[in-house]
């Protein structure tokens, strides 16, 4: 008995995709045959998960994000609004988790490149089959995993591919070497700061010891200040006294004389 044909049949890796100008689709599409063999269910369920995160995407910028729910992701690319769409275009797609990212990022570049190259300057008018001619070819892509496969994954190979990722580790070192020299920067200036903490502490310090030195050299210039003066003082006043005093006559000296020639004369 003849094994199934293949698993990514039943289960293909892409479900469903839609553009939307702001938070309203203008264009979707499921997969086309032999990759549409989808359950109501599963529609349904990628449907109401478009519905609840296409308003929450942002187009103040280009902007490429992955959701997770349950088992499937819902990838997009979000762009600015232009003068024929203001509100910004949104390209999504719904994909089991199995698919991985590389997948429905290269789908969605490739339908970005097909409606800006091919529709955007004009009205554009069934895209819908254009969205279901790209998801067959991914999808067979996906499949097939020979030549013609790796062929058209190869070509959108910037996407998660290889290319990127060696992007991604340049980009890392970079972070690291730029975080390793602040680091560094940090280190080296809070040894700075540690040594000026330590000067300041030990001239606040020598500025206390100072001031205390300078209290005691102060009072002890003022006592001998006041010694000087004091000394000063005595003397002018013992010379004004013998100045006075040779000039009016000290007292006891007439006693002196006057004693003192009795005694010559009687003798």
């Known amino acids: 008995m003849a094994a199934p044909s293949s698993s990514s049949t039943t289960h293909p890796p892409l479900i469903y995709a839609c553009v939307a100008h702001g938070s309203s689709i203008i264009f979707s599409s499921t997969p086309p045959a032999p990759f549409n063999r989808l359950s109501t269910n599963l529609l349904n369920h990628a449907t109401h998960l478009v519905s609840l995160i296409l308003p929450k995407i942002s187009h103040s910028s280009t902007s490429k994000l992955t959701y997770t729910h349950q088992d499937h992701f819902l990838s997009y690319i979000a762009t600015p609004g232009t003068t024929q769409y203001p ?23 490739s339908v970005q490149r097909e409606f800006e190259d091919n529709y955007v300057s004009s ?7 254009v969205i279901q001619r790209e998801m067959g070819k991914f999808s067979a892509a996906v499949t097939d995993g020979g030549p013609s496969g790796s062929a058209v994954m190869a070509s959108y190979g910037g996407v998660g591919g290889q290319d990127n990722v060696k992007k991604v580790q340049e980009e890392i070192e970079n972070v690291r070497g730029i975080m390793t ?13 540690d040594l000026l903490v330590d000067k ?11 001031r205390r030195r300078s209290r005691g050299l102060r009072r002890r210039m003022w006592w001998k200040n006041v010694k000087v003066m004091a000394l000063l003082i005595f003397v002018v006043v013992f010379l004004m006294y013998l100045i006075v005093g040779m000039g009016c006559g000290l007292p006891g000296r007439s006693q002196f004389i006057w004693g003192y020639i009795p005694l010559t004369y009687g003798w």
């Open 200 to 210: 300041t502490g030990r001239l606040n310090v020598n500025a206390g010891e100072f």
């Open 123 to 129: 009205v554009a008018e069934g895209f819908d089959g």
């Open 181 to 193: 020299e602040n680091i560094e920067r940090v280190l080296e200036r809070g040894e700075r700061i």
């Open 87 to 109: 509100q910004g275009l949104s390209y999504i797609v719904v994909s089991p988790a199995s698919a991985g990212r590389k997948v429905p990022f290269a789908f969605l570049l």
